[in-house]
């Protein structure tokens, strides 16, 4: 037989158990969301390192991209694709300097350097992940 006390305890252990699962419901939803907020803010768009170049390039029909690396259209590490992708409607021209405007990817400054000296070109703007746009001395 179940004493007065005994009912209304296991009333309350039967609430508090209710609220406490509401809460961690809550608390579980709010850290999802602000998770999903976070992945949102984090997100890097594709050819970020390009994008400062879009502007200059505006009404240029083509533009070439240089690298000191072994580029080839089949054979690369994608910037090339990612430059394109950012400067469209520009054309990129891997490989070929005989353009007024180039764009170059090169791991160290020195070998930009050496690339713009044999282009006859100077650089117009370098932006902060090290890709310089250049102009050839026409």
């Known amino acids: 037989m179940d004493t007065p006390f005994l009912k209304y305890s296991r009333i309350v252990i039967f609430g508090l158990s209710i609220i406490l699962i509401i809460i961690n419901f809550v608390f579980g939803f709010f850290g999802v969301m602000a998770q999903i907020a976070r992945q949102k803010t984090n997100r890097v768009d594709p050819g970020i390192q390009y994008a400062a170049f879009k502007k200059d390039l505006e009404g240029v029909r083509i533009a070439g991209f240089l690298s000191d690396g072994n580029e080839t259209p089949e ?52 932006n902060l992940f090290g890709k310089i746009l250049a102009e050839k001395n026409l």
């Open 75 to 126: 054979g690369n590490d994608g910037q090339f694709m990612l430059a394109q992708y950012m400067l469209a409607p520009t054309i990129l021209d891997l490989n070929i300097s005989t353009h007024r405007y180039s764009i170059l990817d090169c791991s160290t400054p020195g070998k930009a350097m050496g690339i713009l000296k044999i282009i006859n070109a100077k650089p117009i703007r370098v």
